[in-house]
Each structure stands twice: as C-alpha cells, then as structure tokens.
C-alpha cells in the first residue's frame, strides 16, 4: 500500500532561521510530488509541485523553495524564515493507481515562526 | 484552468439534520472530484471521490456526494448530522496532468 510520511509534526522557529521540511512516500514509483500551505483560518494553497526528480514548479513565488533530489523524497526549504511562514504544511503525493488517481496527503507540519 | 467553489464558509446544522455541503467547479477536461475532511490540528483526510461511472458516491463515515455534470456540481450530504461531524470540508478537483485544485473550505459546525 501506498503510505507518506512527513516530518516533524510541529516546529518552532525564530525569524531568520533555515527550515527543511521532508517528505518520503513509499509503495508507489514516480508519483508527483506536492507542497501545500494552510495559514489560519484560510484554505490550502499550492506552493510547488514535482513531475519527476529535480523538476520543480513554482506556484507562489517566496522566500520557500523545494527540491527532489530522489523519485519519493520532496524537501521543503527556507534560507530565513519571516513571520508570514507561519502555516500548517501538508506534503502530498497523486499517481494512477486502481480505480483511477490516488491523491493522498501527509499528516502535516505545523510550523510557526517567532 | 480549473476552479473549484464552496458555497458558505460556514455552515450549522443541528445534532440529527441534514447535512449539505455545496461545491462548483470548473474544468475544461472531465474532472476528478473529490471531497476532504479536516479536523482541528489535523491533516486531511479522503472522505470521498469521483473519478468515472456511478455519479453517486459514498464516502466513509456516511456522506455521499453526487456528480451532476450538467450543474458542475459536487455537493456532499449526509442525512443526519452527529457531533463528531464538526470539521472544516474542502472541495478539490484534479484532471490527472495539473495540481488539485481546492475550494476555500466549509467549515460545519453541529449543534446539539
């Protein structure tokens, strides 16, 4: 079966500091590869999304970027965190499985800068 | 491109009432659809999905959702309502080459 796993679960972090975020999915090959962002009360926005290893496409330009240096690993980075970072992170992975595509999403990360 | 709205940010229902949940989308290629749920300080969870065939669907946990190609609609319903239904739902479409594309959330609220 297919399964993700994301991690951590929570992080706190101040102003100006890196941030690596990881993903890694299992049971299936050469998914695409995706970033979302939930700040509060607000809905999901796609950050970046991956058809292949090093192929990356931006869909918010920020101070984020993601890369995937392995088929089932995408990473989630910042150089300095602002405060506007704050969020809740969902990794997900979609691929043609039985019965048609498979989206599924990770457990998230909740992260918050101070 | 596609598009995906929910009608109402907010929705309240009493404990036992019926449950709607609305959702519009827009895709230029026949769409997958499908519905999540998202209780506090969770990730998201798969209720249900549309990909071909019956466009009546059940879902875990008793909703259902129906296709209307016609209305490009997706609205999720359950007949009775329970507490633990309190939650925030998205709405999402996906065409199998692009991004899920999310509505902006429901959140349902229960009352007893």
């Known amino acids: 079966s297919q399964t993700i796993h994301q991690w951590p679960a929570t992080l706190v972090q101040p102003v100006g500091s890196p941030l690596s975020l990881e993903c890694t999915v299992e049971g299936t090959s050469n998914p695409n590869l995706y970033w979302y962002r939930q700040a509060a009360g607000r809905g999901l926005q796609l950050l970046f999304y991956s058809v292949g290893i090093g192929q990356i496409s931006s869909e918010v330009p920020q101070n984020l970027s993601a890369s995937r240096p392995q088929d089932r690993q995408f990473i989630l980075s910042s150089k300095k965190l602002l405060l506007s970072d704050s969020g809740f992170y969902l990794c997900a992975w979609s691929a043609l499985v039985a019965g048609g595509y498979g989206y599924t999403f990770g457990s998230g990360t909740r992260l918050t800068v101070v | 491109a596609q598009s995906v709205t929910q009608l109402g940010s907010h929705v309240s229902v009493s404990e036992g009432a019926l449950v709607l949940l609305r959702c519009n989308y827009s895709s230029s290629v026949p769409p997958y659809l499908f519905w999540y749920v998202q209780y506090p300080n969770q990730g998201l969870q798969l209720l249900l999905k549309?990909?071909?065939?019956?466009?009546l669907v059940k879902g875990i946990n008793g909703f259902e959702a129906e296709f209307k190609k016609s209305e490009t609609s997706f609205h999720l319903t359950k007949p009775s309502a329970h507490m633990s239904d309190a939650a925030e739902y998205f709405c999402?479409?996906?065409?199998?080459?692009?991004?899920?594309?999310f509505g902006k959330g429901t959140r349902l609220s229960v009352i007893a």
């Open positions: 999402a479409v996906y065409s199998g080459n692009t991004p899920l594309v």
């Open positions: 549309y990909t071909t065939g019956a466009t």
